[in-house]
């Protein structure tokens, strides 16, 4: 039987295919590209590559058992595959995770549970009075599937959870270190916006004149609608009551 032929994805470039090749690679270096976590210009910077900068950060502890396992993967993330000398930096992470109940059934339970993780971190120097550097945030939006009758399994997926959403917090957080250490630059902060209220009709009004209005969280949902008790994740707000409603005339 004669040989089949190697498809065009096997064999090697030649001719054009190969300068065309060599042409993007040209272009590429030519538009300034350099890894991140690389050597700018192929050289030593006064302070140490990236990496080395990383290592030199000290990660704060941050309570609850969410934010141990938080703090364990920034560790991780920031002393790479050399020894930690956490000597230069202080990273200080203010984090937490709002559970939203979505999938509401006829008999009040939900087949589906969504997780938004909020964390702002600041970073300081290592001195007998420590100066804030830079600081940013970082979000994450991850879910699991409710199993009811599966209690050990239930509990099993919520763990699972916390400890994803844990893992791509701080995944987000060392890459925004790791540009803020290459250009110096702080990270873009949203100006808060005009966010809408919805009439909430599970609310008495206090007069003819005053309609209660509840206000939407952060994904532009009021909290009445997927069944959390509040519109602010991080908690109530100053004199907005727990259900987030407000009077407004």
Same mark, same amino acid.
Not at 45 to 49: D, E, F, V
Not at 60 to 64: D, L
């Given at each position: 039987m004669p040989a089949l032929p190697l498809s065009t994805s096997c064999r090697r470039p030649r001719g054009p295919c190969r300068a065309m090749l060599l042409a993007m690679v040209t272009m590429l270096g030519g538009c300034g590209f350099q890894p991140l976590y690389g050597t700018p210009g192929g050289g030593d910077?006064? %302070?140490?590559?990236i990496p080395d900068q @990383?290592? /030199?950060v000290y990660v +704060? %502890?941050?309570?609850?058992r969410y934010g141990q396992e938080l703090r364990l993967f920034l560790q991780q #993330? @920031? +002393?790479g595959a050399g020894q930690e000398d956490p000597t230069g930096y202080t990273l200080r992470v203010s %984090?937490?995770?709002m559970n939203e109940a979505i999938d509401i059934h006829s008999d009040n339970t939900t087949g589906r549970t969504r997780a938004s993780a909020h964390a702002h971190w600041m970073l300081y120097t290592v001195a007998p009075v420590p100066a804030l550097l830079t600081q940013g945030d970082a979000q994450v939006i991850d879910g699991e599937n409710e199993t009811f009758e599966q209690y050990f +399994? /239930? #509990? @099993?997926n919520q763990a699972t959870l916390a400890r994803r959403v844990a893992q791509a917090v701080a995944d987000r957080l060392t890459q925004q270190l790791a540009i803020w250490f290459r250009t110096r630059a702080a990270p873009a902060r949203h100006a808060a916006m005009p966010?809408?209220?919805y009439v909430d009709p599970n609310v008495m009004p206090n007069s003819s004149t005053e309609i209660p209005r509840q206000?939407?969280?952060e994904d532009g949902m009021p909290g009445m609608a997927i069944g959390r008790s509040s519109p602010d994740p991080s908690g109530t707000a100053g004199g907005v009551p727990a259900n987030g409603t407000v009077n407004s005339q």
């Open positions: 910077t006064a %302070s140490g590559t @990383l290592r /030199q +704060a %502890s941050i309570p609850e #993330n @920031l +002393a %984090s937490y995770v +399994a /239930q #509990n @099993l966010q809408a209220t206000a939407v969280g």
